[in-house]
């Protein structure tokens, strides 16, 4: 594997570039020499990670074609509850259903769900675009980490059609600004608040809540704690969730339009926030709050903004998310040194993440030339675009293969997000797979001179057995597959 020896420059850049971003393309070792730590450190900006290019739209823009779709869905509901033909009469009785308006409602309902998902798809490729091109390698790391922090998953479909936005829009300008404002845009997004069921979350004494059965939803409240704050082992009990649950009620997006004007028509309507949010009077539950130890008085929308922004100070959260960090970026078990140095300068800057970058950027671990861990299929895939030097050109086969290696697009299993040691990505089934993807786009490079671009895109980490097994391949095409599969590739 790699090549033993004294540090290089030339090393650390491999190291950066492969350890920190997603992969060296073509000549980038070289660039990146002449300063591997100050390339690290000068992509830690406060304005945030680049953005993917494209017209997509606001979250304000997606919730307004979100809503025509519920929209044009309840009115296909209430012609089958009227005994209106249907689409699925099919055939001979679909050509003689008298009703037009039931199939046109259908048909602009299936519409509408289209161009969602196409929408989707095609940010989700203008994001792995960036990935494959960036010359900011570790800001897309880091971002691809915390927006798996604050996992929101597309095996929703109302969480799904708002993934582009919400990683564009609540995560990507904060992850080098503060933990506690990333937890906010993260938490209060669209795409969070119906992912985990908040928009539907009802205050038991608020005045929606006494006029009908509706319940309590503690979803967003439990992960906050558990997932994305203090941990599962942070000290806190049922209380503060049920607690945090109810300062939270409220927390959902703006409603449609059509009930009615006046003060009450507002309160049902929401009080609009940044980036699609909206605050419901009417479902918040009314009193003071108390949450592990710290009283909170009643203050509407404030009130679940005040305890977010203490979760996310306290120490037990720098702890279990400097261990994270740790372990995502360097090994399966990392020291204890590093992770009290990233804990340190996260509790030094009160969560100022490009301090806690810049940390871990600086830290004689993070330098260790041994690869310790396994790529994702999403961090395998976007490698291997960046060292042939070529970008992803469709959304459909892209996806596919990713879905194929076990990681399909935007769409962690759980709330925990997808996993991140080498047990989880390295079976031999995972493998098997890899193989297939990997030949397929050998026999498409097969004109692509394999040893060259393994001495790019690895440089020094490049062992010698591989460059040979590499160099002696039978074909072009197979010499791609190898270097592709070789154990330095494989590794970050």
């Given at each position: 594997?790699?090549?033993s020896?004294?540090?290089?420059?030339?090393?650390?850049?491999?190291?950066?570039?492969?350890?920190?971003?997603?992969?060296?393309?073509?000549?980038?070792?070289?660039?990146?020499a002449?300063?591997?730590?100050?390339?690290?450190?000068?992509?830690?900006?406060p304005?945030?990670?680049?953005?993917?290019?494209?017209?997509?739209?606001?979250?304000e823009?997606?919730?307004?074609?979100?809503q025509?779709?519920?929209?044009?869905?309840a009115?296909?509901?209430?012609?089958?509850?009227?005994?209106?033909?249907?689409?699925?009469?099919?055939g001979?009785?679909?050509?003689?259903a008298?009703?037009?308006?039931?199939?046109?409602?259908?048909?602009?309902?299936?519409?509408?769900?289209?161009?969602?998902?196409r929408?989707?798809?095609?940010?989700?490729?203008a994001?792995?675009?960036?990935?494959?091109?960036?010359?900011?390698?570790?800001?897309e790391?880091?971002t691809?980490?915390?927006?798996?922090?604050?996992t929101?998953?597309?095996?929703?479909?109302?969480?799904?059609?708002?993934?582009?936005?919400?990683?564009?829009?609540?995560?990507?300008?904060?992850?080098?600004?503060?933990?506690?404002?990333?937890?906010?845009?993260?938490?209060?997004?669209?795409a969070?608040?119906l992912?985990?069921?908040?928009?539907?979350s009802?205050?038991?004494?608020?005045?929606?809540g006494e006029?009908?059965?509706?319940?309590l939803?503690?979803?967003?409240?439990?992960?906050?704690?558990?997932?994305?704050?203090?941990?599962?082992?942070?000290?806190?009990?049922?209380?503060?969730?049920?607690?945090?649950?109810?300062?939270?009620?409220g927390?959902?997006?703006?409603?449609?339009?059509?009930?009615?004007?006046?003060r009450?028509?507002?309160?049902?309507?929401?009080?609009p926030?940044e980036?699609?949010?909206?605050?419901?009077?009417?479902?918040?539950?009314p009193?003071?709050?108390?949450?592990m130890?710290?009283?909170?008085?009643?203050?509407?929308?404030e009130?679940?903004?005040?305890?977010?922004?203490?979760?996310?100070?306290?120490p037990e959260?720098?702890?279990?998310?400097?261990?994270?960090?740790?372990?995502?970026?360097?090994?399966?078990?990392?020291?204890?040194?590093?992770?009290?140095?990233?804990?340190?300068?996260?509790?030094?800057?009160r969560?100022?993440?490009?301090?806690?970058?810049?940390?871990?950027?600086?830290?004689?671990?993070s330098?260790?030339?041994?690869?310790a861990?396994?790529?994702?299929?999403?961090?395998?895939?976007?490698?291997?675009?960046?060292?042939?030097?070529?970008?992803?050109?469709?959304?459909?086969?892209?996806?596919?293969?990713?879905?194929?290696?076990?990681?399909?697009?935007?769409?962690?299993?759980?709330?925990?997000?997808w996993?991140?040691?080498?047990?989880?990505?390295?079976g031999?089934?995972?493998?098997?797979?890899r193989l297939?993807?990997?030949?397929?786009?050998?026999?498409?490079?097969?004109?692509?001179?394999?040893?060259a671009?393994a001495?790019?895109?690895?440089?020094?980490?490049?062992g010698p057995?591989?460059r040979?097994?590499?160099a002696r391949a039978?074909?072009?095409?197979e010499?791609?597959?190898?270097?592709l599969?070789?154990?330095e590739?494989?590794?970050?």
């Amino acid at each position: 594997m790699t090549r033993s020896g004294p540090p290089s420059r030339s090393r650390d850049a491999a190291v950066a570039l492969t350890r920190f971003g997603l992969g060296a393309k073509p000549g980038e070792i070289d660039a990146v020499a002449a300063d591997p730590k100050g390339w690290l450190e000068a992509q830690a900006r406060p304005g945030g990670a680049p953005v993917p290019e494209g017209g997509f739209e606001t979250s304000e823009q997606r919730l307004e074609s979100y809503q025509a779709y519920l929209a044009e869905a309840a009115q296909v509901r209430r012609a089958r509850r009227a005994g209106e033909p249907q689409p699925a009469m099919t055939g001979e009785a679909m050509a003689e259903a008298p009703d037009t308006q039931a199939q046109a409602a259908f048909d602009a309902r299936r519409e509408s769900r289209r161009d969602l998902v196409r929408d989707t798809a095609e940010e989700f490729l203008a994001r792995a675009q960036l990935g494959a091109t960036t010359g900011a390698g570790f800001a897309e790391r880091w971002t691809l980490f915390w927006a798996n922090a604050f996992t929101v998953s597309a095996t929703k479909f109302q969480a799904a059609v708002f993934m582009g936005q919400y990683e564009r829009e609540a995560v990507r300008p904060h992850v080098f600004g503060r933990f506690e404002d990333l937890a906010l845009a993260a938490d209060s997004h669209p795409a969070m608040l119906l992912y985990l069921d908040q928009a539907q979350s009802v205050g038991p004494n608020s005045q929606a809540g006494e006029r009908r059965q509706a319940g309590l939803n503690e979803n967003l409240a439990r992960e906050i704690l558990e997932l994305h704050t203090v941990g599962a082992d942070g000290g806190y009990t049922q209380a503060d969730v049920t607690e945090f649950a109810r300062a939270l009620t409220g927390w959902s997006i703006p409603r449609q339009a059509g009930g009615g004007r006046g003060r009450r028509a507002a309160m049902r309507a929401g009080q609009p926030g940044e980036n699609g949010f909206a605050f419901l009077p009417v479902v918040h539950e009314p009193g003071e709050r108390s949450v592990m130890g710290r009283r909170y008085p009643a203050n509407g929308v404030e009130q679940g903004r005040a305890i977010l922004k203490d979760l996310s100070n306290r120490p037990e959260t720098a702890r279990r998310l400097a261990r994270k960090i740790a372990v995502h970026f360097v090994s399966d078990t990392p020291s204890p040194e590093l992770v009290s140095a990233l804990e340190r300068a996260w509790s030094q800057s009160r969560g100022d993440l490009a301090v806690v970058a810049r940390a871990l950027a600086t830290h004689p671990d993070s330098w260790a030339p041994e690869a310790a861990k396994v790529k994702t299929p999403y961090e395998f895939v976007i490698s291997a675009h960046r060292a042939m030097g070529m970008r992803p050109r469709r959304a459909q086969p892209l996806q596919q293969a990713l879905a194929q290696m076990g990681q399909p697009a935007w769409a962690a299993p759980s709330p925990e997000g997808w996993p991140d040691t080498a047990a989880d990505w390295a079976g031999p089934d995972a493998l098997v797979k890899r193989l297939n993807w990997a030949k397929t786009v050998g026999d498409m490079a097969s004109e692509a001179d394999a040893v060259a671009m393994a001495d790019s895109a690895l440089g020094e980490r490049l062992g010698p057995r591989s460059r040979q097994f590499i160099a002696r391949a039978e074909s072009r095409a197979e010499a791609v597959t190898l270097f592709l599969m070789s154990p330095e590739f494989q590794r970050r």
